[in-house]
């Protein structure tokens, strides 16, 4: 059983359109995170939820939008996407305490044409 | 705001040989955690270091904490070719609350020659 999976694995739109990515974790975990990861590899956070509840929020383009409907649960939401947006964002998922191991999910390769 | 960074960012290496990666910390860190990538795939959890100068081996991968908790390093003996793709070093974001996430360093990526 996949313990953090994400949906979908690759997303090719133009620019302009707006996209969701899902992702579902089954550890029973509080705490989910939203990266991305540049064509250069450069890991960054953007948003975490801890129960449902938003608690970071990057330096991120108000046309980014997570939404966690439960605590298994946060999606990514982008509208006009533009071509900077193009990259790999992968979701993770900790228990939540004091630094605690992150779980990541398989990734989401985004292409804006 | 806090900074990890992370040398060299590449390196080559004849398969056998030694590699190590550094990691260094603008602040003090509560831990440190490496994680590996291998090619197209995610980030997977290798290790957390919490005492200051601790050192922990996964066989032949050996971690070390700083004195300070400021510094810290990933050593491979003997590379394989498995031991392929990039690893990065991660600290606690913020007070270290477990919900701010972590700052990654940019990565090493390691390539290996047969």
């Known amino acids: 059983d996949t313990a953090v999976s994400q949906t979908p694995k690759y997303l090719v739109t133009q620019m302009g359109n707006d996209k969701s990515i899902k992702c579902e974790q089954n550890l029973g975990h509080d705490t989910m995170y939203w990266y991305k990861q540049d064509s250069k590899k450069f890991l960054k956070i953007m948003f975490s939820y801890n129960n449902k509840e938003l608690i970071i929020n990057e330096t991120v383009p108000n046309r980014f939008s997570p939404k966690s409907p439960d605590k298994a649960h946060l999606n990514l939401h982008i509208n006009s996407l533009e071509l900077g947006d193009s990259a790999v964002y992968f979701c993770?998922?900790?228990?939540?305490?004091?630094?605690?191991?992150?779980?990541f999910g398989p990734g989401t390769r985004l292409t804006v044409l | 705001g806090q900074q990890v960074m992370q040398i060299p960012q590449y390196q080559h290496v004849q398969e056998g040989e030694d590699f190590t990666t550094y990691c260094n910390s603008s602040?003090?860190?509560?831990?440190i955690q490496w994680y590996k990538q291998r090619p197209g795939g995610h980030p997977v959890f290798l290790i957390q270091?919490?005492?200051?100068?601790e050192v922990k081996k996964q066989k032949r991968l050996t971690f070390q904490f700083g004195e300070a908790k400021k510094n810290s390093s990933l050593h491979i003996t003997a590379t394989q070719t498995t031991d392929v793709g990039t690893y990065f070093c991660a600290g606690p974001k913020g007070s270290g609350g477990g919900a701010d996430g972590l700052t990654f360093g940019k990565g090493t990526h390691l390539i290996i020659q047969p």
């Open positions: 270091l919490v005492k200051s100068g």
């Open positions: 602040t003090t860190l509560s831990n």
């Open positions: 993770a998922s900790s228990r939540g305490l004091v630094a605690d191991t992150q779980y």
